[in-house]
């Protein structure tokens, strides 16, 4: 997405402790045979919190915890998190072991317990095992250095094959303002909020209840707009913490420098939204869908999250078969007001469709071109100004195979 703000700027070798005041570790407690599993993430400083959950009525222990502190204090200075087991369905003693992980990590911090958020990802039905996990936390050395965020977002990963990093600073008062986030995610992606970790970090002060306006505010055009295989989790979330340490004067909505922090945020957002979607498990190319013409955003974010979560599309996309009747079909069945006779489809920079009809095209020169790594599809409505986009992935055999042996 193209900033209109200047001051907006990519930091290089960026990390989720960036910002002044964040610091991070991961390491191997043994939940994983090997990799790394468990991982803190704190600010020197009590921060202004903000979180968005998932939407499946089956909840995981860890995200019950988390939304009940937070709403307690409206902060949070640290989140502990593992990965290879996800304590959702566990009942009872899962609730326990997610209060037991937020309670021992409070204690090595010397915080109170309801400053601490929890965050599990991995197989579900499966019990913690909290003795392995207790021992870890009284390893977790935080650090502000790049090592301890890199082990930081290597340790909150599952079925990812890379992990998911970005920042960008932006000048707000004259300060320096910093926003990083990391998240996880590869299957079970189709957040609405769902089906992914995502922590963002940044040192601009704002208060909760305005950050959790302004993450709400972006979370439908980034997180909200990805899909991987159409699961939505039981775990997942979205948690953004503001220290304040910047220096800047208290961000509000009538703020000059608002619009420019809502905007970085955005970007931060949609980068690991992004991430995550080419990253799909067994994913070979990321399909960006661009809806333009429908009578809203929200429609057109509606067409386009369809169109890139259709498994006929995406194995139309696997295969390099420039099938536009099934992106057609598609926007079709998405549930948005359209007429059919309006329709334009380009796939890449090649019209496929126009005004409802086909349209002659290079069959091979399309065939190349989904080839390539990353492919766009666009469609016009011709309906109003509403505008949309939504990122998706290929559906491939490795996802299959990924899936059909996940716990063995």
């Known amino acids: 997405m193209t900033t209109l703000y200047p001051s907006i700027k990519r930091i290089s070798g960026n990390n989720i402790a960036s910002p002044i005041g964040f610091s991070a570790a991961g390491i191997h407690c043994g939940i994983k045979h090997k990799k790394s599993d468990l991982a803190i993430l704190v600010s020197d400083v009590p921060a202004n919190a903000a979180g968005v959950y998932t939407t499946n009525v089956v909840q995981a222990?860890?995200?019950?915890?988390?939304?009940?502190?937070?709403?307690?204090?409206?902060?949070?200075?640290?989140?502990?998190?593992?990965?290879?087991?996800?304590?959702?369905?566990?009942?009872?003693?899962?609730?326990?072991?997610a209060k037991t992980m937020q309670a021992n990590a409070a204690d090595k911090l010397g915080i109170?317990?309801?400053?601490?958020?929890?965050?599990?990802?991995?197989?579900?039905?499966?019990?913690?095992?909290?003795?392995?996990?207790?021992?870890?936390?009284?390893?977790?050395?935080?650090?502000?250095?790049?090592?301890g965020s890199i082990d930081f977002s290597q340790s909150i990963l599952t079925t990812d094959t890379v992990s998911k990093n970005t920042a960008y600073s932006v000048t707000i008062d004259g300060q320096t303002v910093t926003i990083a986030g990391t998240a996880k995610g590869?299957?079970?992606?189709?957040?609405?909020?769902?089906?992914?970790?995502?922590?963002?970090?940044?040192?601009?002060?704002?208060?909760?209840?305005?950050?959790?306006?302004?993450?709400?505010?972006?979370?439908?055009?980034?997180f909200n707009s990805i899909t991987v295989d159409g699961d939505t989790s039981t775990n997942d979330m979205v948690l953004v913490m503001a220290n304040g340490l910047a220096g800047n004067n208290t961000l509000v909505p009538n703020h000059p420098d608002w619009d420019v922090f809502v905007q970085t945020l955005l970007l931060v957002c949609e980068d690991l939204g992004k991430m995550i979607a080419k990253d799909g498990e067994g994913a070979t190319k990321l399909i960006e869908t661009e809806v333009t013409g429908a009578i809203s955003d929200s429609?057109?974010?509606?067409?386009?999250?369809?169109?890139?979560g259709s498994p006929l599309v995406k194995t139309a996309v696997f295969g390099c078969d420039a099938n536009w009747g099934r992106i057609l079909a598609a926007v079709g069945y998405s549930g948005a007001t359209l007429d059919p006779d309006k329709i334009k489809i380009q796939?890449?920079?090649?019209?496929?469709?126009?005004?409802?009809?086909?349209?002659?095209?290079?069959?091979?020169?399309?065939?190349?071109?989904?080839?390539?790594?990353?492919?766009?599809?666009?469609?016009?409505?011709?309906e109003g100004a509403g505008k949309g986009l939504a990122w998706g992935c290929d559906l491939t055999y490795d996802y299959v195979q990924i899936n059909a042996s996940y716990r063995t």
Request: glycine share 8%.
């Open 347 to 382: 796939i890449g920079t090649t019209t496929v469709v126009s005004d409802g009809e086909p349209v002659d095209f290079s069959e091979d020169e399309l065939i190349e071109y989904l080839k390539q790594p990353e492919i766009k599809i666009k469609v016009n409505l011709q």
């Open 186 to 222: 590869s299957g079970m992606i189709h957040p609405n909020m769902a089906t992914m970790l995502g922590f963002v970090t940044t040192d601009a002060a704002i208060g909760s209840d305005d950050l959790h306006s302004a993450l709400s505010s972006v979370v439908d055009r980034t």
């Open 112 to 147: 109170a317990h309801n400053l601490v958020g929890v965050a599990s990802t991995g197989v579900i039905g499966e019990k913690l095992p909290i003795d392995k996990i207790v021992n870890g936390i009284s390893k977790l050395e935080p650090t502000s250095g790049l090592k």
């Open 299 to 308: 429609e057109a974010r509606m067409i386009a999250k369809t169109v890139v």
């Open 61 to 97: 222990a860890p995200l019950l915890v988390t939304k009940q502190s937070l709403a307690e204090t409206g902060k949070m200075q640290a989140i502990i998190v593992n990965s290879g087991n996800a304590n959702a369905c566990t009942g009872k003693k899962g609730l326990e072991d």
